[in-house]
């Protein structure tokens, strides 16, 4: 009699090893029917009368063991149960529910203020050209009427290649007149924007990287009235229709003559007053007739062409332009100072 029984306690055992419920449904009725409160072992206890004294103790351990195998197992099935549920989740995703808004990036202020720059010159038929920033000392100075010994060399500390003469990072967007002139034939109407280098002590004010637009305009008759009706065009088009210009006589040694241009700022706040020292007025570019020194070292006949050039800083522009009051911003990718230019253009 006994042996029937301990036969029966083996069997439910194997029976639980062996059960494979599929799904949550399938391990619930594993649970009823091997540990809930009316689980199929109960019934043998009201069998434990039957057995021989000396294997009650037998038996009363199998029972235990059988009951350890099937929480043990239902806990390998929950288990199963969740990382199915996980896997599960991609199908349960709602494709109804709105997106996350994507953070969009902003251009940066000096992008902006580059490309409203060269819009205005493209509309009145300037092409862009861009040229290499490590450039070699013909085409940023020779070239540019400014020989070795030429004091106008010392006006920009230069930054030269380790143990090079030769190399350098471009000084001013200049350089590009002189690929550009050497290559192509006149009639030239160019605008080239780019960074360019100086060994300057960096400050609020000044950074020993900064980004120019160079002009050039070479053809046959190009007069000073021409390039003065050109840069009014473009402070018209930049400041506003009424903005008032003035050219100051100066010096570069690739043009004669050469004036640098004011735009007339106000004097309204203590503001305006700091970035004209007081004057109202604000340098924004220096040019000048194409010296025929510099038509010629680029193979171009300066008695039959003639040409105004101009170059401009963009910083300078586009901190008036946006009220920047440090020009170290512009260089160092601070999310919270970009992020500002979202919307502007
Ligand atoms: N290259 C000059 C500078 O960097 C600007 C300039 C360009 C002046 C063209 C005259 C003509 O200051």
């Given at each position: 009699?006994?042996?029937?029984i301990?036969a029966k306690v083996?069997?439910i055992?194997e029976?639980?090893?062996n059960?494979?419920?599929q799904?949550?449904?399938?391990i619930?009725?594993f649970?009823i029917?091997?540990?809930?409160?009316?689980?199929?072992?109960k019934p043998?206890?009201?069998?434990i009368?039957?057995?021989?004294n000396?294997?009650?103790k037998e038996?009363?351990?199998?029972?235990?063991e059988?009951?350890?195998?099937?929480?043990?197992?239902?806990?390998a099935l929950?288990?199963?149960q969740?990382d199915?549920?996980?896997?599960n989740e991609?199908?349960?995703l709602d494709?109804?529910a709105?997106?996350?808004?994507?953070?969009?990036?902003?251009?940066h202020?000096l992008s902006i203020?580059?490309?409203?720059?060269i819009n205005?010159?493209?509309?009145?038929?300037?092409?862009?050209?861009e040229?290499?920033?490590?450039?070699d000392d013909?085409?940023?100075?020779?070239?540019?009427?400014t020989p070795?010994?030429?004091?106008?060399?010392?006006?920009?500390?230069?930054?030269?290649?380790?143990?090079?003469?030769?190399?350098?990072?471009?000084t001013?967007t200049?350089?590009?007149?002189?690929?550009?002139?050497?290559?192509?034939?006149?009639?030239?109407?160019?605008?080239?924007p780019?960074?360019v280098?100086r060994?300057?002590t960096?400050s609020?004010?000044?950074?020993?990287?900064?980004?120019?637009?160079?002009?050039?305009?070479?053809?046959?008759?190009?007069?000073?009235a021409d390039m003065k009706?050109?840069?009014l065009y473009f402070?018209?088009?930049?400041y506003?229709?009424?903005v008032?210009?003035?050219l100051?006589p100066?010096?570069?040694?690739?043009?004669?003559p050469?004036a640098?241009?004011?735009?007339?700022?106000g004097?309204?706040?203590?503001?305006?007053y700091?970035?004209?020292?007081?004057?109202?007025?604000?340098?924004i570019?220096?040019?000048g007739?194409?010296?025929?020194?510099?038509?010629?070292?680029c193979?171009i006949d300066?008695?039959?062409?003639?040409g105004f050039?101009?170059g401009m800083?963009?910083?300078r522009q586009?901190?008036?332009l946006?009220?920047?009051n440090d020009i170290r911003l512009?260089f160092?990718n601070?999310?919270?100072?970009?992020?500002?230019?979202k919307?502007a253009?």
């Amino acid at each position: 009699m006994s042996e029937e029984i301990f036969a029966k306690v083996k069997q439910i055992k194997e029976e639980i090893e062996n059960a494979q419920p599929q799904g949550a449904e399938a391990i619930e009725q594993f649970r009823i029917r091997y540990l809930g409160s009316k689980n199929i072992l109960k019934p043998l206890f009201g069998e434990i009368k039957n057995i021989a004294n000396e294997r009650k103790k037998e038996f009363g351990q199998l029972v235990n063991e059988v009951k350890q195998v099937a929480e043990a197992q239902l806990e390998a099935l929950q288990a199963g149960q969740q990382d199915a549920a996980d896997q599960n989740e991609a199908s349960h995703l709602d494709l109804t529910a709105p997106a996350k808004q994507m953070q969009l990036g902003a251009k940066h202020p000096l992008s902006i203020t580059m490309e409203r720059i060269i819009n205005i010159f493209e509309r009145i038929g300037f092409n862009i050209e861009e040229e290499r920033e490590i450039e070699d000392d013909w085409h940023n100075f020779t070239a540019m009427n400014t020989p070795e010994d030429h004091p106008a060399r010392d006006m920009q500390d230069t930054y030269y290649l380790k143990d090079s003469t030769e190399m350098l990072l471009r000084t001013h967007t200049s350089s590009v007149q002189a690929r550009v002139m050497k290559r192509e034939k006149p009639p030239i109407r160019i605008i080239a924007p780019g960074r360019v280098y100086r060994n300057e002590t960096v400050s609020a004010r000044s950074h020993c990287q900064f980004h120019q637009v160079e002009g050039l305009y070479i053809d046959e008759n190009v007069s000073f009235a021409d390039m003065k009706q050109t840069l009014l065009y473009f402070a018209q088009e930049m400041y506003g229709k009424d903005v008032k210009i003035r050219l100051r006589p100066s010096f570069f040694p690739f043009t004669e003559p050469s004036a640098e241009m004011d735009v007339y700022w106000g004097l309204e706040t203590e503001d305006d007053y700091r970035i004209t020292k007081g004057t109202g007025w604000l340098e924004i570019l220096g040019c000048g007739m194409v010296d025929p020194n510099v038509l010629e070292n680029c193979g171009i006949d300066s008695k039959k062409y003639s040409g105004f050039a101009f170059g401009m800083g963009i910083e300078r522009q586009a901190m008036l332009l946006y009220g920047i009051n440090d020009i170290r911003l512009f260089f160092e990718n601070d999310i919270r100072f970009l992020e500002q230019f979202k919307s502007a253009r």
